[in-house]
């Protein structure tokens, strides 16, 4: 190993990967920063019924000192892991999944970015993930987290980025010898996801250290698979989906924070925001594919609210994480935390072509008065329209369309339930605005988007 890089540990939990290790092995084995010196890798079988270890032994045979095999009993891709944790030697481990593959300057943007800034003591360095599309053999740069790798190389203090989030432990890089002293592992409880969410978060818990870094040079590909049967795609078909992934994960995450600081940290915070938000959503969209009886339902529910009792307020209105819808966020507020804020904002959709009239939106969580004035006088719409989402008769947002007159001459204003509310158009704020302006904002954009 040489002296000035550090030595790299991969430990892979393997189940019926076989059509996909020759990709993995090569993109590791063909590594910039020289294989045979940085970098071994730990294969932890777990109960393959395929001829996936017969593969891993031919690349053994080509490597022997860097490669080892460790066969088990199927017992779930937390306890394979935990194997591998149990005999790594690198001063820095990853657990890069078997199906996916990397990208060949990976462990050597890593290695200089931790040679330059020796001063860097955080617990955890992130690259990026992009997902590869195995039909089609395309990439694409779209996963929801990949804000925090707009720069080069990014080092944050979680304290004050709260929404610089890790829930991936295949794409992160975490010091060895923070592992070793620590009793942190996978929990096998905790499926079919946020497995990995789990375990950083109680790392971040349990070191105190608040740095994280993103590098962007380093790539990441996941490999969304023609069958569409990974653990991922088939998850919210799954009853472990919303019982023991939100209970063993979620709400213990959000307990041993609180039971460690008094209440759970921002950062937790929004790493239990950005998990909830995916369930919120699919109730929205009327997709959770799971055939919930009545009392699995209040249980679901139920353990929801309980997460959601550990996340304040303002953190879900003002959290800076980009997925976060505003009528999601209501959502939260109202079902999973009795809440219903006012005096939240309407929208102009859009202006018509003829300047006559436009289309609003407006999101509340219970059913509220809203009233639309010109010159201080109540304006009745031209259309309107309610629409209640709810979850089996639980109120998760209420949304309110209309299209209203657009006097020109007029100052506009909203109200809701009697408070005054704001007018956004074109990602500007109004308290009152004459319709002049907003005609003149209209053709702005038109004159732009032409």
């Not at 270890?53 to 199927?74: D, R, T």
């Not at 804000?147 to 989030?165: A, G, H, M, N």
């Not at 709810?390 to 339930?417: K, Q």
């Not at 302006?437 to 032409?450: G, H, I, R």
């Amino acid at each position: 190993m040489s002296a000035k890089s550090p030595h790299f540990s991969v430990i892979a939990a393997t189940y019926n990967a076989e059509p996909w290790l020759a990709a993995f092995f090569h993109s590791l084995t063909t590594q910039s920063i020289g294989f045979d010196q940085h970098i071994e890798i730990i294969i932890v079988d777990d109960g393959s019924t395929d001829n996936g270890a017969a593969v891993v032994k031919k690349w053994i045979a080509q490597f022997p000192h860097n490669i080892s095999l460790i066969c088990q009993e199927n017992a779930g891709p937390a306890a394979a892991r935990n194997r591998g944790l149990e005999v790594f030697q690198g001063e820095w481990v990853t657990f890069i999944d078997p199906d996916d593959f990397v990208s060949e300057n990976y462990f050597a943007t890593v290695a200089a970015f931790l040679h330059e800034t020796p001063e860097f003591n955080g617990f955890a360095a992130a690259c990026r993930f992009v997902y590869y599309n195995e039909a089609h053999g395309t990439v694409s740069d779209t996963h929801p987290l990949n804000f925090k790798f707009f720069e080069e190389r990014t080092v944050v203090d979680l304290s004050d980025r709260p929404e610089y989030i890790q829930v991936s432990a295949a794409t992160c890089f975490f010091r060895g010898s923070v592992l070793k002293n620590s009793d942190i592992r996978f929990d096998d409880r905790v499926r079919p996801g946020f497995e990995d969410g789990h375990f950083i978060s109680r790392l971040f818990l349990a070191t105190e250290k608040t740095k994280i870094a993103f590098l962007r040079d380093a790539v990441y590909f996941y490999r969304k698979r023609s069958e569409a049967d990974s653990l991922v795609d088939t998850a919210w078909q799954k009853r472990e989906k919303y019982f023991s992934e939100t209970y063993y994960g979620l709400l213990d995450t959000a307990k041993q924070a609180e039971s460690k600081f008094g209440k759970a940290p921002h950062y937790i915070q929004n790493v239990l925001i950005y998990c909830l938000q995916w369930y919120i959503k699919r109730m929205i969209d009327k997709k959770l594919s799971y055939p919930f009886t009545c009392d699995e339902r209040q249980r679901f529910f139920d353990i929801l609210r309980l997460i959601a009792s550990h996340i304040d307020a303002d953190v879900i209105l003002f959290s800076k994480l980009p997925t976060l819808s505003l009528p999601t966020r209501i959502a939260m507020l109202c079902a999973l935390k009795d809440l219903s804020p006012g005096g939240l904002p309407f929208f102009v959709e859009a202006v018509s072509a003829d300047g006559s009239s436009m289309r609003i939106i407006h999101y509340s969580g219970k059913e509220e008065d809203c009233v639309y004035l010109a010159d201080g006088k109540a304006v009745t719409p031209l259309w309107e329209r309610r629409l209640v989402h709810d979850f089996y008769g639980s109120i998760l947002y209420t949304e309110y369309r209309m299209r209203l007159p657009l006097y020109v001459e007029a100052e506009l204003s909203f109200s809701a339930n009697g408070t005054e509310a704001a007018l956004i158009y074109n990602g500007e704020s109004f308290a009152k605005v004459r319709g002049k302006a907003l005609l003149e904002a209209a053709d702005f954009v038109k004159s732009v988007s032409a």
